[in-house]
């Protein structure tokens, strides 16, 4: 079981837990999380940028946006680079912890997005075609599977934060509006062709 615990400035705390045999059956690669940053000007992501472990791609967030996806497989299961997508791994016991980095160009918006893996035991789940859903995403994806999840949560993510940007512009700056439509549109286009490459 993966355990993730966020803490808030508040002291409130929000945690979030998954099941998977991946790392034990040596299976495939588990999505732990997604993540979409915000433009990281908060203090709380000031770093000093010549520490070793430092894994973090740089980008500019008044251009870019940098989405991540966290994944664990079995240290013996590997995780090849990817031609259009920065890998980083860190292994250790029996772990291999995958970073899928990916820069697009749009501006980072103020807020980030989380979305993270909520797994059920299969057998607490009666629909024959939920369950088989839960066995596979316990067991993990291949290393090509793992990349189009990555990929299609990434897209999933970019559509929320662009119609998020839209709702900021007036109906009346149609042609501003339009031109971000067909620009954002270009941009998924151009991401979903990375899961075949």
Sequence with gaps: MLKRTLEFVDEDSWTSSALTNAIKTNSGFFPVTIIRFDNLEAACYDLNVE???LIVPS???ETQ??????FVGNVDTP???HKDISVAQICFKSVRVVLMFLRVTL???????ISDSKTFPPDSVNDQIARSNLIQLMNGYTVEKSI???ISMVIRQ???HIQTQLSFIPNEEKELRDFIIEQSSQLIESISHLATT
């Design 148 to 150: 189009e999840y990555f």
């Design 59 to 61: 980008f500019d967030p």
């Design 65 to 70: 946006t940098l989405l991540m996806g966290l």
């Design 158 to 160: 970019l559509q929320e």
């Design 51 to 53: 520490s070793a472990d």
């Design 107 to 113: 501006p980072a918006g103020v807020f980030g997005r």
């Design 79 to 81: 995780f090849p680079q």
